[in-house]
């Protein structure tokens, strides 16, 4: 059996919550990949889940060029889903992102960790909301 | 080298035995992994089709045994207290199962091993019991490896999967795929995916009726249609129907195996039903 071939059942299952949900929400794993935004999510985005595909998250959130509210580059190590995915604890940050159409726009952000069995870290979950 | 296994149980929620259900049996979930030596056995959950099998072990003179629990819900435990050998001091049991996310399999284990459940306590088992925690590395054990994987059913529970010589079992017993997406995903992000991916045989949990299973959803069992696409969708060869509704007679558990059958696309190996003492042999 090869483990990198499934997903594990807590991300599964995030992803069928996020998938019910109308507030935009992504889902990363351990390793910092992205792995699943739901059509809330691709409504501000502006590309479709199935567009984008898996990759790096730093990758996909340099994307959007995310900076302070004043608009100083806002260091990845300070961006919510950096913090759960290297610390492991919940965040939460208000910044401005470009979103592909352009727009700038401010967006809050709160990201988790996931724990399974024995704090087994698993993958975060990132819920965004435009200001 | 073939993988070889015996059903003691295949009946999902509830013991139902009588008249109606002696074809397929009324006991619940139990599955031997036959070694092929007796003085050792490989044992897949331990519903009241264990009680038979321990007195058949003890008949063998089997003085090791492997247990492994695919969840701890009462059809695929209860038997354990009635398991022979776990009251004979010289035997040796290893006992395989998940661990809650706040608590060992241990201390779940031991809650049904006293009062007021059972008038014992586990402190008065002669045998000695080893626990084990999984998900873990697959387990090795002459020839035959072992690996879980966590699959969607209410509270911490896994599959199995089974390799020897080439030969791979997917034992599934409790598992609702299509409450998180069978057809049009791929199979990474299918509960069990990985469990039952290619398997020669995968035996799966095909509980309901689709009719039956619409004011069922999210009880952790599928309907016959669900296991037959998550057969398909996972490229299992061959599918055994199993953990039987307890209200359904022969008659209508073959019913069902028709059903299935219609479901199953024509180039694909008709399913079958699981039946108390049934063997499969599981070739390369």
């Known amino acids: 059996m090869d483990p990198q071939r499934q997903k594990h059942l807590v991300l599964i299952l995030a992803r069928q919550f996020a998938s019910n949900l109308s507030t935009p929400t992504l889902i990363a794993d351990e390793r910092g990949s992205l792995v699943y935004y739901n059509e809330a999510a691709e409504a501000v985005i502006g590309r479709r889940f199935a567009e984008t595909g898996e990759m790096p998250i730093d990758e996909f959130t340099a994307e959007f060029d995310p900076r302070t509210l004043e608009s100083e580059p806002l260091a990845p190590e300070r961006r919510p889903i950096r913090v759960a995915l290297d610390g492991h604890r919940a965040s939460h940050l208000a910044y401005l992102v470009t979103s592909t159409d352009g727009v700038e726009r401010e967006v809050e952000v709160s990201a988790f960790p996931l724990f399974a069995q024995t704090e087994e870290f698993v993958g975060i979950v990132a819920m965004f909301w435009r200001v | ?284």
Not at chain 2, 26 to 48: I, K, P, Y
Not at chain 2, 77 to 85: K, M, N, Q, V
Not at chain 2, 148 to 161: A, C, D, I, K, N
Not at chain 2, 178 to 198: F, K, M, P, Y
Request: net charge negative; proline share 7%.
């Open chain 2, 1 to 284: 080298m073939s993988l070889r296994l015996k059903i003691w149980g295949c009946r999902g929620s509830l013991p139902a035995p009588g008249n109606d259900t002696v074809a397929f049996g009324g006991n619940t979930s139990c599955v031997e992994v036959l070694l092929g030596r007796d003085d050792e056995a490989l044992v897949l959950d331990a519903g009241t089709g264990i009680r038979a099998l321990g007195l058949d072990l003890v008949r063998r003179g089997t003085r090791r045994i492997h247990l492994f629990l695919t969840h701890l819900h009462l059809d695929h435990l209860e038997g354990l207290r009635f398991f022979a050998p776990i009251w004979d001091e010289d035997v040796v049991i290893d006992i395989w199962g998940p661990r809650s996310p706040v608590s060992g399999l241990r201390d779940r284990i031991l809650r049904s091993f006293s009062p007021p459940l059972f008038p014992l306590d586990f402190r008065d088992v002669p045998a000695r019991v080893t626990f084990h925690d999984l998900p873990a590395k697959p387990w090795r054990h002459e020839g035959v490896t072992l690996a879980s994987e966590l699959v969607l059913h209410p509270g911490p529970t896994l599959g199995f999967r089974l390799e020897a010589g080439g030969s791979t079992v997917a034992y599934v017993p409790d598992h609702e795929p299509a409450l998180t997406g069978i057809e049009g995903r791929s199979i990474d992000w299918v509960s069990g995916g990985a469990i039952a991916a290619g398997a020669d045989v995968l035996m799966h949990d095909a509980q309901y009726l689709e009719d039956e299973y619409d004011a069922k959803v999210g009880w952790g069992h599928s309907s016959v249609a669900d296991a037959v696409s998550f057969c398909c969708a996972v490229d299992a060869k061959r599918l055994v129907l199993f953990h039987h509704e307890p209200e359904r007679s022969d008659r209508a558990l073959e019913l069902l195996e028709i059903r299935a059958r219609e479901l199953m696309p024509a180039d694909r190996t008709p399913p079958v039903l699981a039946r108390e003492g049934m063997e499969l042999e599981v070739g390369p």
